[in-house]
T-cell receptor, first 113, second 115 residues
Framework: NAGVTQTPKFQVLKTGQSMTLQCAQD?????MSWYRQDPGMGLRLIHYSVGAGITDQGEVPNGYNVSRSTTEDFPLRLLSAAPSQTSVYFC????????????FGPGTRLTVT | AQSVTQLGSHVSVSEGALVLLRCNYSSSVPPYLFWYVQYPNQGLQLLLKYTTGATLVKGINGFEAEFKKSETSFHLTKPSAHMSDAAEYFC?????????????FGKGTKLSVKP
């Protein structure tokens, strides 16, 4: 099993550009989530999904969109990048929302100039 | 609403010394509590979790944590630190309690281990 994979690993964007961060898991997990990690802030939940076709907002959803058309994939879209979105982004999946172990991807380091 | 406070953003210990990382939580319902570890340039991995039952929970790499309801704490300990334990540690609580919640993470504690 590859676990949770994320692409790209690094990305530099200019303000106003859009892009999609890819996330895929091969563990047949229903629950998937996106976090951003900033120094001294811990991890903050952006969006999450409890199954294909079902998504919801987390703590910091503004400026981000998600969709979940399959169990395996959960892409995160930045609509119009801003310097405040410079961060490390982690995707995670779990067999159970609040109880199961969350498996994290390796992260995407995004810089917006 | 649930929340997590980790006391000390940076803890330094000598190799072989006791590791104690503090976590206090706030929850209006019986909490589910977690400790995750992040090694440099990697994602997080689960160390241990408390859901119900025994309040002393053992995890990987010799770590354990004790759920103390009266103190609203879930401190992480290891009797003897190894150099390989140097990492950042995150405490987390399920935000609605139980299986319907998302995880809320603390701000993290970076552990340094001196030879």
């Amino acid at each position: 099993n590859a676990g949770v994979t994320q692409t790209p690993k690094f990305q530099v964007l200019k303000t106003g550009q859009s892009m999609t961060l890819q996330c895929a898991q091969d563990m047949n997990h229903e629950y998937m989530s996106w976090y951003r990690q900033d120094p001294g802030m811990g991890l903050r939940l952006i969006h999450y999904s409890v199954g294909a076709g079902i998504t919801d907002q987390g703590e910091v959803p503004n400026g981000y969109n998600v969709s979940r058309s399959t169990t395996e994939d959960f892409p995160l879209r930045l609509l119009s990048a801003a310097p405040s979105q410079t961060s490390v982004y982690f995707c995670a999946s779990s067999y159970s929302r609040g109880v199961g172990e969350q498996y994290f991807g390796p992260g995407t380091r995004l810089t917006v100039t | 609403a649930q929340s997590v406070t980790q006391l000390g953003s940076h803890v330094s210990v000598s190799e072989g010394a006791l590791v104690l990382l503090r976590c206090n939580y706030s929850s209006s319902v019986p909490p589910y509590l977690f400790w995750y570890v992040q090694y440099p340039n990697q994602g997080l991995q689960l160390l241990l979790k408390y859901t119900t039952g025994a309040t002393l929970v053992k995890g990987i790499n010799g770590f354990e944590a004790e759920f103390k309801k009266s103190e609203t704490s879930f401190h992480l300990t290891k009797p003897s630190a190894h150099m390989s334990d140097a990492a950042e540690y995150f405490c987390a609580v399920s935000d609605h309690g139980g299986s319907q919640g998302n995880l809320i993470f603390g701000k993290g504690t970076k552990l340094s281990v001196k030879p």
